[in-house]
């Protein structure tokens, strides 16, 4: 396989996980946000004087149908742990845990727009429930870097996640990676990691967020 970039300990492969996952190393974390198939409430609201929502929904084609459950089998056998946001949508492809993430989002509405007060995400380690509080709602957000993605997750709340459940040795692994927050968190943190992203177009934004300044956390 040929990397689309490769430089200081981070990795980009350009393709399907599919394809890739099964040509990779053992890796000791699976940090990822996958789609999740749930088509992001068409039709129920009207988005068209909020950019960034109007965004998600003009652009549905990424998350028309959930990931298949061969793509999740290769995820967890080629890694040691496994963290999946989201996995409230995958319970049907994943074994129980008893360490699910709480991602509090702080937020109740933003212009009358019922959002999620909190996001799910799914573990493999068998540690007490964890909670990070971190604001995303529209607008309104903790985070200070800009969103190049639809479901763009806060690198400071993935910096958070890793510094709890890794190793700074550690090798991690993002096989949706997007525009890459999984992978410039790894590297704030000095860890290795490797992503996967089957658009070209987000291969390209999270090389450049690679060449990018640290983010103090």
């Known amino acids: 396989m040929k990397p689309y970039y490769d ?6 492969y350009h393709g399907d996980c599919r394809d890739i996952l099964p040509q990779l190393p053992k890796v000791d974390l699976v940090l990822t946000d996958p789609p999740y198939g749930k088509q992001w409430a068409r039709g129920n609201y009207s988005f068209s004087g909020i950019p960034q929502l109007a965004e998600k929904i003009e652009n549905l084609s990424w998350d028309k149908e959930r990931p298949p459950k061969e793509c999740f089998d290769l995820m967890l056998f080629t890694s040691k742990n496994q963290i999946i946001f989201g996995g409230n949508y995958f319970t049907d492809y994943l074994y129980p845990s008893n360490c699910w993430i709480v ?24 540690k007490v429930v964890k909670k990070y509080k971190f ?22 709340l993935i910096k958070r996640i890793l510094l709890d459940f890794s190793l700074q040795q550690d090798l991690i692994l993002d096989p949706f990676m997007g525009s890459g927050t999984t992978l410039r968190a790894a590297k704030d943190l000095d860890r290795k990691a490797i992503g996967i992203e089957i658009k070209e177009r987000y291969c390209e934004i999270a090389a450049k967020r690679m060449s990018q300044m640290a983010m103090a956390l």
């Not at 430089?7 to 980009?12: E, H, L, V, Y």
């Not at 509405?109 to 996001?119: L, T, V, W, Y």
């Open 7 to 12: 430089s200081d300990g981070i990795t980009i």
């Open 103 to 126: 991602w509090d989002k702080k937020g109740d509405s933003f212009d009358g727009i019922p959002m999620a007060d909190c996001e799910l995400v799914w573990t493999s380690f068998n």
């Open 135 to 156: 604001i995303q709602q529209g607008y309104l957000s903790d985070s200070k870097e800009p969103r190049v993605h639809p479901t763009q997750k806060p690198t400071e």
